[in-house]
């Protein structure tokens, strides 16, 4: 029985392909590089799709989630495993901006001198602060709850599946 023309070939190549697929962690990271870049440009553009405003955004100016650039900084480098990549942040603050959510706080008193802003009869925050257990001390704060809008910043594209799906590709066919 004679043997098929080319068959040798593509004998070759698979054997290339699944040599190269036993470790894949070198197109991982170009992955993850790609990936960290386009999580910064999301912040940049100030989400894709956009996210809404933060009340300090609407009152002072300035980009949603960018302040210190902390949280931006907390997802650039990328943990490299036998199976993928992983993303994430270890900033405790991270996944309410991600994925929303309420922020409960509780009602509390402190009885040290605060400066209080009591200047004019109707100004927004005149008497803002009540009177503390000690008078003309301190002050109470009820309890209150604040809602975080989800800022998805770790997003994946079609686009970036794509690119990765073709990084993955070329690395298996020997093209990188």
């Known amino acids: 029985m004679g043997s098929v023309q080319g068959l040798d070939q593509v004998n070759l190549t698979l054997t290339g392909v699944l040599e190269r697929l036993q470790n894949p962690k070198p197109a991982y990271h170009e992955i993850g590089i790609l990936f960290a870049n386009e ?20 009152k002072h ?5 960018i302040k210190s650039r902390r ?13 993928g ?36 009869s109707k100004s927004k925050r005149k008497g803002m602060f009540k009177r503390g257990t000690t008078p003309g001390k301190g002050f109470t704060r009820s309890a209150y709850t ?27 066919m020997g093209q990188k």
């Open 71 to 83: 949280l931006m900084k907390s997802v650039t480098v990328p943990n490299i495993i036998d199976t």
């Open 39 to 58: 999580f910064i440009e999301n912040f940049r553009a100030g989400g894709r799709p956009p996210w809404t405003p933060s009340e300090r955004v609407k």
């Open 146 to 172: 604040i809602k975080i809008d989800p800022r998805p910043y770790i997003t994946l594209t079609d686009a970036m599946n794509r690119k990765a799906g073709e990084i993955i590709v070329g690395y298996a």
């Open 61 to 65: 100016g300035g980009m949603t989630l």
């Open 85 to 120: 990549i992983e993303f994430g942040s270890n900033l405790p603050y991270a996944a309410i901006h991600q994925f929303g959510g309420d922020i409960q706080m509780p009602a509390r008193s402190e009885l040290f001198v605060r400066a209080r802003y009591t200047r004019g």
